[in-house]
């Protein structure tokens, strides 16, 4: 049989060459193989806990000491030394790098402080100390910012827990965002801790049970990095407004329908929309999420370490990171990555400027309208406009990555927010003209935070008094009572 082999193989050269090229296609195969199941074994030596987690333990050392990798790279959320060209994680007073800003806020806490987000680390320190807070607040503003939360609304019922007073609440969320948020503490498996997600989706027909891991990595963010309103004058409960779809123009069908107002304009006074954070809503009209990348590809890349592999916690700009978040698909230098990145957010912030420019103006001559007698009639279809051309502009301006996440949709949608930004302006030449007025409209000098925040009448001395005194006598109040609440675990 053996020779009748070698006698084929001598007469049929290329039989030799096929099972000879075969034979390595195996090999190489059976040793992926083998690689994949000892990286497996590595992956599931991560999991034997140490100590067992309890339900809803939420500090976040406590997991440390089960995984440690992932804890320690957690911690780094602490640092704030990277800044990108447009962001980061450092400190930007976004007041007093757009003063604009302060005037779209008029009538609104966000015209007293706006900074860039700091790290998961800082998340309840941030929320103490910011100028909007220590005013009354519902409990549901504690929602996103600790992992006390899944905790305490299992304790009282999440109805209660959104019905409460942000103050009443503050001595119970005193640990940061984390690692109760997004796992399993039996399985480490990633899961849904706030009800709001779900309820979005069951509102739009679908079982967030049925996602699937890789579409997990994505929403566990999007518990939090999404849009959002209180709903009910007293329950406040936090709904997200995605059952007409996830475009501006979806959420703001959504919002008149149930005539939704989170302020009103202290000059214009037109119904705001105030956006919070729509990254999820954004992130799902770009490319990224039509190719199936998940947020936590390129916020959390992979790391190994001594021949394991993990998920990096850092949950930094994948600017910071672009061999592991970025270059991984796109087989191009760091430095023509980070320009092109550069290239789309420069495009988007120049649009977004004279967004801002257009509204703020538009803001000051309808209050320049109102005191020369114009009448709510006509000034009705100003204020229309300049609440949906606001209202787009924040979708946009709110989000993170300075519309990164989908640059052709942040682009359309700044434009339609120009567009109606220039006609409520239009509209107001043309109600001044009735009045008799048809000289230019004067405007306010708002070049700065400080003259923008004195033109709307802010007593920026009183607010950081008041933060002062909230910041010595209340939250030391509560850090004893949690203190002695977590030494009894």
Known sequence: MKHRIMDIIQEKPWLGWTIFLGTIVVVFLIGLLAASIMERRGEADLLVQVEPIADWEPRNEVWGENYPREFETYRQTADTSFLSKHGGNGTIDYLEKYPNLVVLWAGYAFSRDYKQGRGHYHAVDDIRETLRTGVPMPGTCWTCKSTDVPRVMNERGVGEFYRDTWTNLGAEIVNNIGCQDCHDPKTMNLRITRPALIEAFERRGKDINLATHQEM????????????????????????????????????????????????????????????????????????????????????????????????????????????????????????????????????????????????????????????????????????????????????????????????????????????????????????????????????????????????????EKNRSAKQEFLSTVVPKWDKDAAARESKY
């Open 217 to 460: 990595r994505s929403l566990v963010c999007a518990q939090c990095h999404v849009e959002y309103y209180f709903k009910g004058k007293e329950e406040k409960y936090l709904t997200f407004p995605w059952d007409e779809g996830f475009s501006a123009e979806d959420m703001e069908t959504y919002y008149d329908e149930v005539e939704h107002v989170d302020f009103v304009h202290a000059l214009s006074r037109a119904p705001i929309i105030k956006a919070q954070h729509p990254d999820y809503e954004l992130y799902m009209t770009g490319v990224h999420a039509k190719r199936g990348v998940s947020c936590a590809d390129c916020h959390m890349p992979y790391r190994s370490e001594g021949g394991v592999k993990f998920t990096n916690h850092t949950i930094t700009s994948p600017l910071a990171t672009v061999s592991t978040s970025c270059q991984t698909c796109h087989r191009e230098s760091e430095e023509n990555l980070i320009r092109d990145v550069y290239e789309r957010q420069d495009k988007i912030e120049e649009m977004r400027m004279r967004t801002e420019d257009a509204l703020a103006k538009a803001h000051m001559e309808a209050k320049f309208a109102w005191d020369k007698g114009a009448g709510e009639e006509e000034m009705k279809p100003v204020l229309q406009l300049i609440r949906q051309a606001q209202w787009r502009w924040d979708w946009v301006a709110a989000a993170n990555g300075l519309g990164f996440h989908s640059p052709v949709e942040a682009g359309r949608t700044l434009g339609a927010a120009i567009e109606k930004a220039n006609q409520a302006r239009t509209l107001l030449v043309r109600v001044l003209a009735r009045h008799g007025f048809t000289d230019p409209i004067p405007l306010a000098d708002i070049s700065t935070k400080r003259k923008a925040q004195a033109y709307i009448g802010l007593d920026m």
